[in-house]
């Protein structure tokens, strides 16, 4: 089963607002990704992380591997009407497997 | 540079009956993966395969679940006999020696 609890679930934002999510686990990760998918797609990359304490932006978005390699960070700033999606945060441990978050709805009211 | 293929996008099957998915990973990409996703969770990794050997595939059903990846590049999922809780989207992907992993849309499967 899921052994990366993401929050919040779900959120539902004004245009413009900054949004927060994140991921955590009881187990250490070597690499976090975070990826966004759109109704009828697969998911999309949008950050790649490989350090503890690695801060990397990609545009508006920004996202953070956790200096106890436990957790990650995604945030959005001045989120706009097409960021609305499901953001997924991936662990990756040792031996390869990649496990995924529950995933985080986000909806955005112009 | 062209993404992950696969098809097809959409299956309806009743109970019982089989399905196959096929999926051509991005050129170059020796790690392939097959995952499924149910509607509302995170996307289950249901088997790794790197080049045509199988890495990863304790969380594959084996008794109604195959994949098969004969040259090291597309693969096939297949299931046989479907049951109504296999309605999920199938989706694959395939990663660089990096590690991150690029999806393709997936291959809806509805089992009525």
């Known amino acids: 089963g899921q052994q990366l609890n993401q929050s919040p679930q779900s959120m539902f934002i004004q245009e413009g607002e900054d949004v927060s999510m994140n991921c955590t686990s009881s187990?250490?990760?070597?690499?976090w990704l975070w990826y966004k998918q759109d109704p009828g797609e697969g998911p999309v990359l949008l950050i790649a992380l490989y350090k503890a304490g690695e801060l990397t932006s990609n545009g508006r978005l920004t996202a953070q591997f956790g200096i106890t390699r436990k957790d990650s960070f995604l945030n959005i700033s001045a989120s706009i009407p097409s960021d609305v999606g499901i953001y997924f945060c991936a662990g990756r441990r040792a031996g390869n497997m990649l496990t995924f978050g529950g995933g985080t709805r986000l909806m955005v009211k112009p | 540079e062209a993404g992950v293929a696969q098809s097809p996008r959409y299956k309806i099957i009743e109970k019982r009956q089989s399905v196959a998915f096929w999926c051509n990973p991005i050129s170059g990409h020796a790690t392939l993966y097959w995952y499924q996703q149910i509607l509302g969770q995170g996307p289950k990794l249901l088997i790794q395969?790197?080049?045509?050997?199988?890495?990863?595939d304790s969380q594959l059903p084996k008794d109604r679940f195959s994949a098969e990846r004969l040259k090291g590049v597309d693969s096939t999922l297949k299931i046989q006999p479907a049951k109504l809780e296999d309605s999920a989207v199938y989706l694959c992907?395939?990663?660089?020696?990096?590690?991150?992993?690029?999806f393709g849309e997936g291959s809806r499967l509805t089992v009525l």
């Open positions: 187990s250490i990760f070597n690499t």
């Open positions: 395969f790197q080049n045509n050997g199988v890495v990863d």
């Open positions: 992907a395939s990663s660089p020696d990096t590690g991150e992993l690029f």
